[in-house]
T-cell receptor
Framework: DAGITQSPRHKVTETGTPVTLRCHQT?????MYWYRQDPGHGLRLIHY???????DKGEVSDGYSVSRSKTEDFLLTLESATSSQTSVYFC???????????????FGEGSWLTVV | GDSVTQMEGPVTLSEEAFLTINCTYT??????LFWYVQYPGEGLQLLLK?????DKGSNKGFEATYRKETTSFHLEKGSVQVSDSAVYFC?????????????FGKGTKLTVNP
């Protein structure tokens, strides 16, 4: 298994509060991703990073921000949580060269977030 | 734009039945294609992959062939087991302008009954 740790694994928070999810990897992979998974939508990319301090938006980035100050950590922040952000959040990692050769990305085990 | 379309679920089969989950894609370049599986309460795991036309990916009795002419990557298994119950995602990866683009289908839930 790829060394990816997400924390917290489960969280319940109130509407309007900020929430930060952390993804930590031990693989030294360049690319890191945050996805959300919702019934009927599959996986949707929120933000991704292609290096330290290099990030870009995905298809559902509104209401989310990210930071990557170290290769191993990629933080996802919900600036003011809303009920529509109740979801399962997955972190993923990949190595650029691995992708070029047709290899894969590796997923964390998910973080279940409930906004009440 | 680039996209992946998979058959709507859920799919319910009896043990030892034949499984097909259809997947088609639209891409401007030459993607690599993947099937991922997600068991209840877990993250996604790579099931199989194919990186060029006519490649066949296989793993755990599952197979999928990269068909460029029909832009398809259908997942098949000859005899499913209860333990195959999971959600299956088709995905593609494109390299464009030096960066990677990852696109997933919406997933197909498979339930296998004894």
């Amino acid at each position: 298994d790829a060394g990816i740790t997400q924390s917290p694994r489960h969280k319940v928070t109130e509407t309007g509060t900020p929430v930060t999810l952390r993804c930590h990897q031990t693989e030294n992979h360049r690319y890191m991703y945050w996805y959300r998974q919702d019934p009927g939508h599959g996986l949707r990319l929120i933000h991704y990073s292609y290096g330290v301090k290099d990030t870009d938006k995905g298809e559902v980035s509104d209401g989310y921000s990210v930071s990557r100050s170290k290769t191993e950590d990629f933080l996802l922040t919900l600036e003011s949580a809303t009920s529509s952000q109740t979801s399962v959040y997955f972190c993923a990692i990949s190595d650029y060269r691995a992708l070029l050769s047709g290899n894969t990305i590796y997923f964390g085990e998910g973080s279940w977030l409930t906004v009440v | 734009g680039d996209s992946v379309t998979q058959m709507e679920g859920p799919v319910t089969l009896s043990e030892e039945a034949f499984l097909t989950i259809n997947c088609t894609y639209t891409a401007t370049g030459y993607p690599s294609l993947f099937w991922y599986v997600q068991y209840p309460g877990e993250g996604l795991q790579l099931l199989l992959k194919a990186t060029k036309a006519d490649d066949k990916g296989s793993n755990k009795g599952f197979e999928a062939t990269y068909r460029k002419e029909t832009t398809s990557f259908h997942l098949e298994k000859g005899s499913v087991q209860v333990s195959d119950s999971a959600v299956y995602f088709c995905a593609l990866i494109l390299t464009q302008g030096g960066s990677e683009k990852l696109v997933f289908g919406k997933g197909t839930k498979l339930t296998v009954n004894p």
